[in-house]
């Protein structure tokens, strides 16, 4: 519903642009999360359609970039520094009605994309 691309292999402290396009489809804010091998889907970076607005996991803090461009209906992640630990299968999810509280909250996003896989290491 949300396709999604950017699958690589990276070298730590490499880059990696992620991108998920809405289809023409109106969201109030889309998101990315991520989930690594055995461990539960984590919040990452949150951006509101209307005003660009943005929240982020502290993990992913001052490293990574979300972004939109409202002429593509794309919404990018732009992955910097990369960490072995940022290892994982990313997931773009949005929704037409979530509210600010409820970002970091995966069962709030109605629609989701079907993961793209990010693997850092040397």
């Known amino acids: 519903q949300l396709p999604a691309y950017g699958e690589g292999l990276v070298q730590p402290g490499g880059t990696l642009r992620l991108a998920c396009t809405t289809s023409?489809?109106?969201?109030?804010?889309l998101a990315w999360f991520r989930q690594a091998p055995a461990k539960e889907r984590d919040f990452v970076a949150a951006?509101?359609?209307?005003?660009?607005?943005?929240s982020y996991a502290s993990s992913v803090k001052g490293r990574f970039t979300i972004s939109r461009d409202k002429s593509q209906n794309t919404v990018y992640l732009q992955m910097n520094s990369l960490r072995p630990e940022d290892t994982a299968v990313y997931y773009c999810?949005?929704?037409?009605?979530?509210?600010?509280?409820?970002?970091?909250?995966?069962?709030?996003?109605?629609?989701w994309g079907q993961g793209t896989l990010v693997t850092v290491s040397s």
């Open positions: 999810a949005a929704d037409p009605s979530i509210i600010q509280s409820s970002l970091a909250s995966q069962s709030a996003y109605g629609y």
């Open positions: 023409g489809r109106t969201f109030r804010y």
């Open positions: 951006i509101k359609w209307n005003d660009g607005s943005t």
